[in-house]
């Protein structure tokens, strides 16, 4: 008896159909974008009979695989679903192994979304970590979902942002105005929420900083053009100056200065030009590239000669007289694309050489809003709102012809070196200054409204000069010009 009930129940479990089950529930919500579709089956069925009946819709990419003894397997995405999107899973009529049938049937879902920044954009483009904007950058934060305005917190810097929505609310602008220049940290904190309730996970960083740049035209030189460039009341403003790296001030003779500007990328107009001095040939040497004059004094030919360097005068074809109000001998010009042609028609032996610029990470210092350089005759004032020293001389205030705009010093250095008064006429009657620039001194760094001591070197008649803090910290200079007043 027992034995024909058993063997009825069997025959009986076995007219019953094959079931499917799924791990959610048909129009479930909320899905997470990396989950994957369970199928349980009551019997056995085989992965290609599984695999030609499944289908999902819109279709992602993933793979169906086995789970377990034939009766359960997973469809898995190989990248996340789309967020807020309905999926819908399909299974058509199917046999399994003992050839019963399995009724068609489809399920949907809707995957859940899940809110973040997509991009924080600048004038320039997308800002990715690293990236720097220029001071009062106006800033866009986007989203993927249209967000709850008050629920969501930005700090720029140590300031709360003041966002300004789009009508959608899927974005949000900024300003940097009155942020210090500087690194700069962008960050939404957590805890904030969409329009539906979902809750942004966690904060979003974005590690910028907030410096001047110098946005003009340039042409790329292969090694550095260090430019000879007067400095008296009928020379200013010059042209070019603040698209130069490194600007070295000296007194030349009589008391006037003059200039000599290191480029590595020339701007459309530089000048006027002048004749070097014993210094400049020695920058030369220092920064391994093509000296640019007017001409020279016997005395500083003499000197040249001693110890080479290279030198491309006045020349037809390059430089040109500019007319009025230039007037000679103020008025010898040359050209970005011209500095280039002249390095590579008449000097493309030199070898390809950068000067190093990496923004420097200073501690300490102390306040330097303003600073004067008295042999000079200079005052230069920090301008917290850009982050940039200005200058001014003699009561002139310095600009850059080209741009009609105050020049920009990024850092300024006050280099103290011995100073000789040769008793060697320039050709006009006065005498020359000589400066030792292969030995070492002490320097005064003024970067970011602040004050560093320390010392400068030359660890190589044919290399950069060397600049270490007091602490013991390498001085690297930063992108943008550098002004450099040599004295004594």
Known sequence: ML?????????????????????????????????????????????????????????????????????????????????????????????????????????????????????????????????????????????????????????????????????????????????PSGPLQIQLAAGGRDQTGHLVPGAFTLKSGSYYHDREHTTALRYPALIQIPNDEFARDQNGLQAADIIFEYLAEGGITRLTAIFQNAPDLIGPMRSARFISLKLGRHYKGLLFQSGESQATRNRAAQDPTPQFFDTIGYQFRAAAPRYAPDNLMIRGPSVKAAQDNYFSWIPAFTIGKTRPVLTGGSAASSVNIDEHYSVYTYDPAIGTYQKSEEGHAYNDASLNQRLHLEMLINLHTRESLLDVGDGHGAHIHDYDMDGGGRIDVYYKGLHYGGTWGSNDSHGPLVFTLDGGQVLTLPPGLVWIDVTR
């Open 3 to 179: 034995l024909a009930s058993a063997g009825a129940y069997l025959a009986y479990q076995n007219t019953l159909p094959t079931t499917l089950a799924t791990n959610f529930k048909n129009g479930q919500k909320d899905v997470p974008t990396d989950g994957r579709v369970l199928l349980t089956f009551s019997r056995q069925v085989s992965l290609a009979a599984v695999q030609a009946a499944f289908s999902i819709s819109p279709t992602p990419e993933g793979s169906l695989g086995e789970i377990s003894g034939q009766t359960q397997y997973a469809w898995s995405p190989t990248k996340p679903l789309s967020e807020l999107t309905t999926y819908t899973v399909s299974m058509k009529p199917i046999y399994d192994v003992g050839h019963h049938r399995i009724q068609g049937s489809s399920w949907t879902f809707t995957t859940i979304i899940v809110p973040h920044v997509i991009s924080i954009v600048g004038p320039a483009g997308t800002l990715t970590d690293g990236m720097e904007v220029d001071p009062g950058a106006a800033l866009k934060l986007n989203f993927n979902d249209a967000m709850e305005p008050t629920t969501i917190k930005v700090t720029v810097g140590t300031q709360v942002a003041d966002l300004k929505w789009a009508a959608d609310d899927r974005s949000a602008t900024f300003s940097t105005a009155g942020i």
